[in-house]
Nanobody, 120 residues
């Protein structure tokens, strides 16, 4: 099994910054893409940013220029640096990863989520 554990959420004022982290552990052979999604109350979960093992990034239009995704492959950890936060960025943020497990096969995993609240 593989576990994804997020950290770094919290309460911040509009215009502020937060850095989210997501560490993967368990029966990992290799991690392909890692990413961040978010879900606000009453809304569907939406993609924020993804990063492949080869370094290709993909950002939602609403975070381009404000958020940066990065990863430390040696630590199986992905980060999301969030700057210029807006109240509409308030949501539960979830880590996601496509993982080749040591027993064979590739599986998709989700973290438990970390809450980000941006006050106006």
């Amino acid at each position: 099994q593989v576990q994804l554990v997020e950290s770094g959420g919290g309460l911040v004022q509009a215009g502020g910054s937060l850095r989210l982290s997501c560490a993967a552990s368990g029966s990992i052979f290799k991690i392909n893409a890692m990413g961040w999604y978010r879900q606000a109350p009453g809304k569907q979960r939406e993609l924020v940013a993804t990063l492949t093992s080869g370094g290709t990034t993909n950002y939602a239009d609403f975070v381009k220029g404000r958020f940066t995704i990065s990863r430390d492959n040696a630590k199986n950890t992905v980060y999301l640096q969030m700057n210029s936060l807006k109240p509409e960025d308030s949501a539960a943020y979830y880590c996601n990863a496509d993982v080749w497990v040591t027993g064979g096969g590739i599986y998709n995993y989700w973290g438990q989520g970390t809450q980000v609240t941006v006050s106006s």
